[in-house]
């Protein structure tokens, strides 16, 4: 595999008095998409808002394109490169999807100087949004919303993307088109972590995966390893994986 | 890399989207004119109505802008600052050392002398509690972010001090501040008499609204405000120091306060040190009805209250003390979260 984007070495979270991340080890390879798998509570949003600065590390470190992140804070991580679509999507409701896009676009001083062309790429995979521009992200539907939250953090450029269960409560026609935006996304230079429990979801997109139990790394390989080894993905997915779609 | 023009296909279902189409809420815009129009048979006389109403208005627009910056702070940090009305107190005191000495330019028959001798007042007024409203986050506010409990202790602690400092500068009698000559008197419109200092006063609240508006709407900066009072978080992990804009809308709104406290200190032309700790409860009312965080309910909320407030004082006396509160109440039931909500986390 190639270099490490970035890097965790033994890290711990605590929220509140509550030990979470219990010794997280995960190398993200530069380029190419990562699947980040794990039942429900496992720990997986909190390794990307550990990732993020949303939480910080008690112990252990965090390692980014050569920097310590471990205790930057979320602006600077976000100002280094890394974008970051959470579990709720995070859109700004009252703003209009223009508007959502804008303030993502961080170079940008005015809306009407948003790269045209990238924005016509993004239409491209996601057209409901040049459908709905002028219209408060609140009145979009889930599907929407969450193809928003992903635009938003691909308005421009990143070196790495998180993306926090984008399948959640979507049908399978928006499911398969977030899929089209992923393998779109993996022919460009960014690097993607994925957060998933749709097993189907990810086998196709997935370059390598790790799976995460109770806070701990269970297991770390490739996608198609996994894949082809049902015993494997019994033995640490077990019956929670949903096999939707 | 944007080169690519994958030919996806388009998710389906869209269309139903866009049957949805209900963005702004009118119905607490409609509120005001109902008030208005219930109000004119009680009140009876229509020249009494109109004098009522347009001070209601004057009113409203000065509670509003004190109100205005202390919606956003509590919207953007959660920050509750009972020292608010210290600005407003400070932001009166301060016009003084301007229109009392410019005494000539104040009193003298000249609209224009009047307006620079105000706007100078203004501007010194604005930027005092400006530069305190700067020191009073770093000072006070800072140690506090997230601990409710205390924030609520020490802005208290802070209005205090600042009264006191006010007795300390100016003494413990009331001190004058006088109404520029050309600002006094009434104008009679048909059958009913307006003070000619409620329309300036409506007009400035007006143009401050409008200020705000633009600012919120059409700024990077002001989105960044809107987007941070919504969801924080988010906006940091876009990459912007939510505490920088915190910082910004803390001395505007601080500013702000100073302003209110200027036009609501002409308009009662004596000057006590009391004079923010007495609009506080007023203030604090009129963001609970807009809903904290909204400007747009802040505006309507502070237009409601000062309206109901002189309908009320003009029809029942004895109710005009608690209508406020009923008034909020009545509110509250409609609308828990006040008239526009900001969806919060
Ligand atoms: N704010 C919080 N306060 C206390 N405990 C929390 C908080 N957030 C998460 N936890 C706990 O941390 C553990 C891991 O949560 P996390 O959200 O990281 O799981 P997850 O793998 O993302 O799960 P899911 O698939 O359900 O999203 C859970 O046991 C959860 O209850
Ligand atoms: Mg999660």
């Not at chain 1, 980014?64 to 579990?87: L, M, W």
């Amino acid at each position: 595999m190639s270099e490490a984007l970035l890097t965790l070495k033994g890290v711990h979270t605590h929220i509140g008095q509550y030990h979470i991340l219990q010794g997280i080890d995960l190398v993200v390879p530069k380029n190419g998409l990562m699947v980040l798998l794990g039942r429900n509570g496992a720990g997986k949003t909190t390794t990307l808002r550990t990732i993020m600065g949303l939480w910080h590390a008690s112990q252990g470190t965090v390692n980014f394109a050569g920097r310590d992140i471990t205790h930057s804070a979320t602006p600077d991580i976000s100002c280094a490169g890394i974008a970051y679509v959470p579990e709720n999507m995070g859109i700004f409701a009252d703003l209009t999807v223009r508007e959502n896009l804008f303030l993502a676009a961080r170079n940008v001083k005015k809306a009407g100087e948003m790269d045209t062309a990238r924005l016509e790429w993004i239409f491209g995979f996601f057209p409901a949004l040049r459908k709905f521009w002028g219209q408060p992200a609140g009145t979009l539907s889930g599907g929407q919303k969450q193809m928003l939250a992903i635009a938003r953090a691909i308005v421009e450029p990143r070196k790495l993307l998180l993306v926090d269960e984008p399948t959640k409560g979507l049908a399978p026609a928006i499911v398969r088109s977030l899929i089209d935006a992923f393998l779109e996304l993996k022919t460009t230079e960014t690097t993607i972590l994925l957060v998933e429990q749709n097993f189907n979801f990810v086998k196709s997109l997935g370059d390598s995966v790790a799976v995460i139990d109770d806070g701990r790394m269970v297991h770390t390989g490739t996608m198609a390893e996994l894949s082809g080894d049902m015993d494997l993905q019994q033995k640490l997915l077990g019956l929670a994986l949903e096999h939707q779609y | 890399m944007p080169n690519a023009m994958p030919n996806t296909t388009p998710a389906a279902a869209d269309a139903s989207a866009l049957l949805r189409r209900v963005p702004i809420d009118y119905l607490p815009l409609l509120i005001l004119p109902l008030l208005a129009l219930l109000a004119l048979p009680l009140v009876g006389s229509f020249p009494t109505w109109v004098t009522l109403t347009i001070a209601g208005l004057a009113m409203g627009m000065m509670i509003f802008i004190m109100a205005s910056g202390l919606t956003l702070i509590f919207g953007l940090m959660d920050v509750l600052n009972f020292g608010h009305g210290a600005f407003v107190s400070i932001g009166a005191f301060t016009a003084t050392l301007v229109l009392l000495p410019m005494k000539d330019w104040v009193q003298a028959d000249s609209l224009l002398l009047n307006l620079l001798a105000l706007g100078l007042a203004v501007l010194l007024a604005m930027t005092v509690t400006g530069l305190l409203g700067w020191a009073f986050e770093r000072i006070i506010i800072r140690p506090v972010y997230g601990l409710h409990l205390k924030q609520i202790l020490i802005t208290m602690g802070g209005m205090i001090v600042a009264e006191q400092m006010i007795h300390v500068i100016w003494g413990v009698e009331q001190i004058p501040l006088p109404m520029p000559e050309t600002f006094r008197g009434v104008l009679i419109v048909g059958d009913a008499a307006v003070e000619k200092y409620r329309l300036i006063a409506v007009g400035i609240g007006l143009a401050v609204f409008a200020i705000m508006f633009l600012v919120l709407n059409r700024t990077k900066i002001g989105l960044l405000i809107r987007a941070g009072v919504e969801n924080g978080e988010m906006v940091e992990a876009l990459g912007y120091r939510i505490r920088r804009l915190f910082v910004g809308v803390f001395i505007a709104g601080s500013a702000l306060a100073g302003l209110g406290g200027v036009l609501w200190g002409l308009y009662k032309e004596t000057l006590t040190a009391a004079i923010g700790s007495e609009t506080t409860v007023l203030v604090f009312i009129v963001i609970i009805i807009g809903g904290l965080g909204s400007v747009g309910g802040c505006f309507i909320g502070a237009l409601l209250v000062a309206l109901v407030t002189n309908y009320a004082g003009f029809l029942a006396p004895k109710v005009a003390l608690v209508s406020n509160i009923l008034l909020m109440v009545a509110i509250l039931l409609w609308r828990p979260q006040g008239l526009y909500s900001v969806a919060k986390r």
